[in-house]
């Protein structure tokens, strides 16, 4: 790319940028790799911050996980591969849709589900974690078309999507004593209480 | 290779620099967190609220198992569903009258030990949230961040209630349980004074 | 030559990311060179022909001018340049730029303060003016420092991959604990050592070393596998410390390029290298977690699921070695 002559010269230049970078973020030059996956830190932090998101995601993860190990297998198969196809979807799609409706709507259904803790079969539970699954993405990546460099940050939240339904799903099928149960069905009753606030505040006049 | 570009380069280098760190916490704003709290700060606002929700819990400890915690479980739905009347403004006759009352007849069954059948008890129970629900649903301020409010608003009207529940442990003892009533019936007679000021 | 193209594509792929936005920033520096004394630095994207765009500086109405403003049209750029005195210093009044709600353009701040420290805003349309910090007090400079070495780590993937590694070769908790508290003592050492200025350690170099550590954890997991044994396998506290003091100069490295405070050298010092120890920790538990979570869903990984671990640290670490070695022997020529 550069001939050997200006190498130097661009060192300096690269120097400088560096400069610049470490103003405020130390990453540049401090690092073995400087991969540029600021993105992806980003979707990490996005999903891990953002209390709509792990409310969504935490009341389905109860939802399959409460009916043990089985459930909670399928739905760390189902559960990111649907949110990834709805992320790619929402991202393609020329849409940014408001749905605080349907958020508070998909609250009031998982949460009133974990709360009811009725025995469901595996086949419902694993098609609620779907479709849940893929809205949630689809709205994500609906909400990053904006974004600059929007598929490294897709995947960051993708990544700590597994990671957390992951440690959630563990937890909770771990538990066996008689009030940690009730514990998990106050949170999904919360969680749908919250729902249904949520809707009604959508629809405020 | 021009100055300029290499100038620009730079320049952008710098802006995805700073903008990096700051995009990530943009989504937990101040204002949010202040939602969050203001929406905590709703339920144990006002007196009337806030003893009604722990009577319910003394009742809960009273009654003992099923009821014990079935009603943490429903409670904050059946309530919420009060809010979402009142944010959609869908008219309630009588609140304010409703929610004195609860006090009043919640604090009277505590102070009496009465235990009805466990639907009767979700009933009445069922009842009075609604009224509580509305009268939060529309006091609740314009605008904002709808979830993080409500979210603060279901955990701090559960927090009541565990609150009940955890005082109700006592109830293990007789000289507990002596006191719970008394707690009733204490409560019972703040329902009266919150009718009386309320009918004045 | 790879190190260029590389971090070339990396500008590039930052640039096109801002590039999407269309802004030229402006650009406001003041700099306190005496007390209550700022040098003002005003940069504002020129229009073609001595046309710039409308945007003022609005310092505070009791602000000075020592020297008045002298403007130039640098390279397509309006700039000036100026002085101002405020009584009691800038700290804590608001500056505003006029101009800037009807544009598209975004204004970077830097502000430097007489012992060195600085603050950092991007002013836009629809956050026009921002508020002159006070120098940092210490519960300021302790939060900073703190998430520094925590960024630091969990965005260090190098490290992140050495402690993988370590975490695939131990095999219980009592030798997990001696070997993290090992690698912990070790670079904290080095990062003192380094920090304070007793020793250093040329970049390249130590990035090769650095990777070179986690290409040697490879084999040895490799070995774990088949039931065999070695040093690493016997004592990894031993090879923790030792490749800890290596990671130490790397996270010294890491601290230099923010640069330290004037004063309370030590002060930040502890306070990143308890950052780094909260980052590394978080992700000891995270990934213990996900293994725990896996076992009680009762997942059976095939064979190559569960090689993929150890041999993403093998390849990678190998990857960086190559790289590494290169990069140092075209530095050295």
Redesign the interface.
């Known amino acids: 790319m550069l001939k050997r002559g200006s190498a130097r010269v661009g060192l300096g230049r690269l120097a400088i940028a560096a400069l610049l970078l470490g103003l405020d973020c130390p990453r540049a030059e401090a690092h073995l790799v400087t991969t540029g996956l600021g993105p992806v830190y980003d979707g990490v932090a996005h999903l891990a911050l953002s209390p709509a998101d792990l409310a969504l995601l935490v009341v389905v993860t109860l939802l399959a996980a409460m009916r043990g190990a089985r459930p909670g297998r399928w739905l760390l198969a189902l559960l990111p591969s649907a949110w990834l196809a709805g992320g790619v979807l929402g991202l393609t799609l020329p849409v940014n849709p408001s749905l605080d409706w349907a958020i508070g709507l998909a609250f009031l259904l998982a949460g009133g589900l974990v709360a009811a803790d009725r025995n469901l079969p595996l086949p419902v539970v694993s098609g609620l974690v779907t479709i849940l699954g893929a809205f949630h993405g689809f709205l994500t990546g609906a909400a990053l078309t904006a974004a600059p460099s929007a598929g490294l940050e897709l995947t960051g939240e993708w990544v700590a999507l597994i990671v957390i339904v992951t440690l959630v799903a563990g937890l909770v099928v771990s538990l066996k004593a008689f009030w940690a149960r009730i514990v998990v069905r106050v949170v999904g009753s919360w969680i749908a209480a919250t729902g249904l606030l949520l809707i009604g505040w959508s629809f405020r006049a | 290779m021009t100055?300029?570009s290499?100038?620009?380069?730079?320049?952008?280098?710098?802006?995805?620099?700073?903008?990096?760190?700051?995009?990530?916490?943009a989504?937990?704003q101040a204002g949010e967190a202040g939602g969050f709290l203001s929406g905590v700060h709703h339920p144990i606002s006002g007196w009337d609220h806030v003893l009604a929700m722990v009577a319910v819990g003394l009742w809960g400890a009273q009654l003992g198992a099923p009821a014990l915690?079935l009603l943490?479980?429903?409670?904050?739905?059946v309530?919420?569903?009060g809010?979402?009347?009142?944010?959609?403004?869908i008219p309630l006759p009588g609140v304010e009258i409703g929610i004195a009352l609860s006090a009043m007849v919640l604090g009277t069954l505590v102070a009496t030990e009465k235990r009805p059948p466990l639907w009767v008890a979700a009933c009445i129970v069922g009842f009075f949230a609604i009224f509580h629900g509305h009268a939060h649903?529309t006091e609740?301020p314009?605008g904002q961040s709808?979830?993080?409010?409500?979210?603060g608003?279901?955990?701090a009207t559960?927090c009541l209630h565990g609150m009940g529940i955890a005082i109700g442990v006592i109830h293990r003892w007789s000289a507990g349980r002596l006191v719970l009533r008394v707690a009733g019936g204490f409560i019972a007679a703040a329902g009266v004074y919150f009718l009386v000021s309320g009918l004045a | 030559m790879k190190r260029i193209s590389f971090i070339l594509t990396f500008l590039l792929v930052i640039t096109s990311a801002a590039l999407a936005h269309e802004v030229r920033p402006a650009y406001l520096e003041l700099r306190e060179t005496a007390a209550e004394t700022y040098d003002v630095l005003w940069k504002v994207p020129g229009l073609g022909d001595n046309l710039r765009l409308g945007l003022y500086v609005e310092l505070p109405a009791d602000c000075v001018n020592v020297t008045e403003p002298r403007a130039v049209m640098v390279n397509g750029a309006f700039a000036q340049r100026w002085t101002v005195k405020r009584a009691g210093g800038l700290a804590g009044s608001t500056i505003h730029i006029a101009g800037l709600q009807s544009t598209a353009t975004d204004v970077l701040v830097r502000l430097e303060r007489l012992d060195g420290t600085t603050q950092v805003t991007r002013l836009m349309p629809s956050s026009p003016s921002f508020v002159v910090e006070a120098v940092p007090d210490r519960w300021r400079l302790a939060e900073t420092y703190l998430r520094l070495g925590t960024d630091h780590i969990l965005k260090g993937v190098d490290h992140l991959l050495f402690v993988l590694g370590l975490l695939l070769i131990v095999g219980n908790r009592w030798m997990l604990l001696k070997t993290i508290t090992a690698f912990t003592v070790a670079h904290s050492i080095t990062l003192a050592v380094a920090t304070l200025g007793f020793a250093s350690a040329p970049l390249p170099p130590l990035n090769a070393a650095i990777a070179l550590s986690i290409l040697f954890l490879g084999p040895e997991i490799v070995r774990v596998w088949r039931g065999e044994t070695s040093l690493t396998i016997r004592y990894p506290w031993v090879v923790a410390f030792a490749f800890g003091l290596l990671h130490g100069f790397g996270f010294a490295s890491g601290l230099k390029a923010t640069g330290l405070p004037q004063a309370d050298i030590a002060w930040a010092l502890l306070l990143f290298n308890v950052g780094v120890e909260i980052g590394q920790l978080l992700f000891v538990f995270l990934i213990l977690g996900m293994a725990r979570s896996y076992r009680q869903l009762e997942i059976r990984w095939p064979r190559w699921a569960l090689a993929l671990p150890g041999y993403t640290v093998g390849t990678l670490g190998a990857y960086w070695t190559i790289q590494r070695t290169v990069m140092l022997l075209g530095f050295i020529r």
Do not use: D, I, N
């Open positions: 100055t300029t290499q100038k620009s380069v730079l320049w952008l280098a710098l802006l995805a620099a700073l903008a990096t760190p700051t995009s990530a916490w989504h937990l915690w943490p479980v429903t409670f904050p739905m309530m919420a569903l809010a979402m009347m009142g944010l959609l403004g649903g609740l314009a709808g979830l993080l409010y409500s979210a608003f279901v955990m559960g």
